[in-house]
C-alpha cells in the first residue's frame, strides 16, 4: 500500500474544505506544472459531482482560481486571499503559474456539472488548456479527502519508500510495537526518519502544533458573522470571555496560562474543549489559516483535544505535542489506507469520525495507555461515529460541521478514558474491524448523505443564501 507520512495527514492551508478547497488548489497548481504554460491563451476548469454541487459553499472555484494564478495555500497571506480573487474577478485576467498572464473570466471559465460524475471519484475536476496554434490539452485530477490529489491514470500511491516498519493495518502496528516493546509515536517516529531527520521531524511538528494553537487564539478572538450567507454567528470569542471572567493576559502563551490556572469543573473543561473546536472552524469556515487533521471539515478535533491535555491534564510536558500528533498521523494512516478520510465517498464518519480516532488513540498515549489501549480508544471513538452523514446546509461548512468538531473532541476524549480502564484483550471490536465496517458503511450510504447538500438536514432547513 501507499506509504504515509504523518505530514501528508497533517497539511497547512486555507480553509473551508481539504476535499474541496486545498484539493482542487493544488490540482490546479499540478496542472500549470502538467503544460506548457509559454503557449497558453486561454483555461477552462470544469467542476464534477460533489465538488460542483457544494462547489460554491466550500471554496472550490476560488480554489483554482488562487492555484492557477500561481499562489500557494501554506504561503499566501490570509489577507490577500479574497483581494486575489477580486483582482481577477474586476480584471478577467489571470497570472497563469504565476508567470504569465491570460484572460479569464470565472463566471464562463469555471464550469459547474451538476449532474455529472466522473467514475474514479465524486471529487473530480478537468482543467483545459488552449495552445496559441490552436492545439490543447486536458488534465483531469481527482481530490480524494485530506488533501490529497490524484491524476487521471496514475494510482493513488506516493513514491515508493523503504520503511524500516511497513503498517498498513492496526495488527501489523500492534505486532511492531510488541516486537520493538515500543509505543506507537515511537515505531512512527523511527519511519519518520526515512524522510527527515530527527531534528525536521520535531521543528515541523511543533510547526503544526503552532498553526493549530494560533488558529485556536484567533478563532477565539474573533467576534462576529462568518462568510457565506447563512449569517452564523460566531460563538468561541464570547465563550472565552465568559470562561476568563475578566483575567488578563499578554499573548497567546499566558492566555494558556490563565486557562490552566485554578480549579476546573467538569462543566468549565467541557466547554473549554468546545472553545477550542468551535474556534478552529469557525476560522476554517472564514478561509482562514487552518492544518488538515485529517480534513479541513474536521480540522477542529486534533487541536481542541490536545489542548485540552495541554490546558487540564497534570502530566503534560511538552514532548508530548510530538508524541501526540505522530500517534494520531498513523491513525488517520489507518483509515485513509484502509477506508476513506473523503467525506464525498464516506460521509463525515469520514472527517470526523477519523478525526475523532486519531485524538483518542493519541490521548491515551499520552496519558501512559498502551499501544493496544490507544488502538482500543480509537475503535471506540470511530464505532460511535459509524454512518454519520455529511449533509452541509447550503453546501457551506458551516451548520452541522463546525459543533460537529465539538462533539468529535469530547468523544475521543470519552473513548480515551474509557480504553484507559479497560482490558484491549477482552475487546469484541479491533480497530481493523471498525476501519473495514466504517468502509463497508460508507459503500452502503447513499449518496446524497456524502458532502452534496442533497439530503439530511442540507434539505430540510430552508436557507436564502446571500453572497458576503
Given at each position: 500500500m501507499e506509504r504515509i507520512s504523518v505530514f501528508d495527514i497533517f497539511k497547512i492551508g486555507i480553509g473551508p474544505s481539504s476535499s474541496h478547497t486545498m484539493g482542487p488548489w493544488r490540482a490546479a497548481q499540478r496542472f500549470t506544472q502538467d503544460i506548457d504554460v509559454s503557449r497558453v491563451t486561454a483555461v477552462q476548469?470544469?467542476?464534477?459531482?460533489?465538488?460542483?454541487?457544494?462547489?460554491?459553499?466550500?471554496g472550490t472555484d476560488l480554489a483554482v482560481l488562487l492555484g492557477l494564478n500561481g499562489d500557494d495555500p501554506v504561503t499566501i497571506p490570509v489577507e490577500a486571499v479574497q483581494p486575489t480573487i477580486d483582482g481577477i474577478n474586476l480584471l478577467k485576467t489571470i497570472r497563469l503559474g504565476g508567470r504569465r498572464d491570460i484572460p479569464f473570466d470565472p463566471a464562463s471559465d469555471v464550469v459547474f456539472l451538476y449532474d455529472q460524475t466522473l467514475p474514479y471519484h465524486a471529487n473530480g475536476l478537468t482543467f483545459t488548456a488552449f495552445y496559441d496554434n490552436g492545439e490543447g490539452e486536458s488534465h483531469t485530477y481527482y481530490s480524494v479527502g485530506g488533501g490529497f490529489v490524484v491524476k487521471?491514470?496514475?494510482?493513488?500511491?506516493?513514491?515508493?519508500?523503504?520503511?524500516?516498519?511497513?503498517?498498513?493495518?492496526?495488527?501489523?502496528?500492534?505486532?511492531?510495537?510488541?516486537?520493538?516493546?515500543?509505543?506507537?509515536?515511537?515505531?512512527?517516529?523511527?519511519?519518520?526518519?526515512?524522510?527527515?531527520?530527527?531534528?525536521?521531524?520535531?521543528e515541523e511538528l511543533m510547526h503544526i502544533w503552532t498553526v493549530m494553537r494560533d488558529c485556536i487564539y484567533k478563532g477565539c478572538h474573533t467576534d462576529g458573522m462568518l462568510p457565506g450567507?447563512?449569517?452564523?454567528?460566531?460563538?468561541?470569542?464570547?465563550?472565552?470571555?465568559?470562561?476568563?471572567?475578566g483575567r488578563p493576559y499578554r499573548d497567546v502563551n499566558d492566555w494558556i496560562r490563565q486557562i490552566s490556572r485554578g480549579n476546573h469543573t467538569f462543566q468549565q473543561i467541557l466547554k473549554w474543549v468546545s472553545c477550542f473546536a468551535l474556534a478552529?472552524?469557525?476560522?476554517?469556515?472564514?478561509?482562514?489559516?487552518?492544518?488538515?487533521?485529517?480534513?479541513?471539515?474536521?480540522?477542529?478535533?486534533?487541536?481542541?483535544?490536545?489542548?485540552?491535555?495541554?490546558?487540564?491534564?497534570?502530566?503534560?510536558?511538552?514532548?508530548?505535542?510530538?508524541?501526540?500528533?505522530?500517534?494520531?498521523?498513523?491513525?488517520?494512516s489507518l483509515f485513509k489506507k484502509g477506508a476513506t478520510i473523503s467525506a464525498a465517498m464516506g460521509g463525515c464518519q469520514a472527517e470526523i469520525g477519523v478525526s475523532s480516532a486519531m485524538a483518542a488513540a493519541a490521548l491515551t498515549e499520552c496519558l501512559g495507555g498502551s499501544a493496544e489501549q490507544a488502538m482500543m480508544a480509537a475503535e471506540i471513538a470511530m464505532e460511535h461515529h459509524l454512518g454519520m452523514t455529511c449533509d452541509p446546509i447550503g453546501g457551506l461548512v458551516q451548520v452541522p460541521c463546525i459543533e460537529r468538531n465539538t462533539m468529535g473532541a469530547i468523544k475521543a476524549i470519552t473513548a480515551s478514558q474509557i480504553a484507559l480502564e479497560s482490558d484491549p484483550s477482552k475487546a469484541k471490536v479491533s480497530l481493523d474491524a471498525v476501519i473495514r465496517t466504517m468502509k463497508e458503511t460508507a459503500a452502503d450510504m447513499n449518496t446524497k448523505y456524502k458532502e452534496t447538500a442533497d439530503g439530511g438536514l442540507a434539505v430540510h432547513i430552508s436557507v436564502n443564501l446571500v453572497e458576503c
Open positions: 476548469v470544469s467542476l464534477y459531482g460533489s465538488l460542483a454541487k457544494t462547489g460554491k459553499g466550500h487521471e491514470g496514475e494510482q493513488d500511491l506516493h513514491a515508493t519508500v523503504t520503511l524500516p516498519f511497513p503498517i498498513d493495518k492496526g495488527l501489523e502496528l500492534k505486532d511492531w510495537c510488541t516486537q520493538e516493546g515500543q509505543a506507537i509515536w515511537e515505531i512512527v517516529f523511527r519511519n519518520e526518519l526515512t524522510w527527515r531527520s530527527e531534528t525536521q521531524v520535531r450567507g447563512l449569517e452564523v454567528q460566531r460563538r468561541a470569542a464570547p465563550m472565552n470571555r465568559k470562561l476568563l471572567e478552529v472552524n469557525e476560522e476554517n469556515a472564514a478561509f482562514s489559516r487552518v492544518v488538515t487533521a485529517p480534513t479541513n471539515g474536521a480540522a477542529g478535533v486534533i487541536p481542541a483535544v490536545l489542548m485540552y491535555h495541554l490546558c487540564f491534564s497534570e502530566s503534560f510536558v511538552e514532548e508530548d505535542i510530538v508524541r501526540f500528533l505522530l500517534t494520531a498521523g498513523e491513525m488517520g
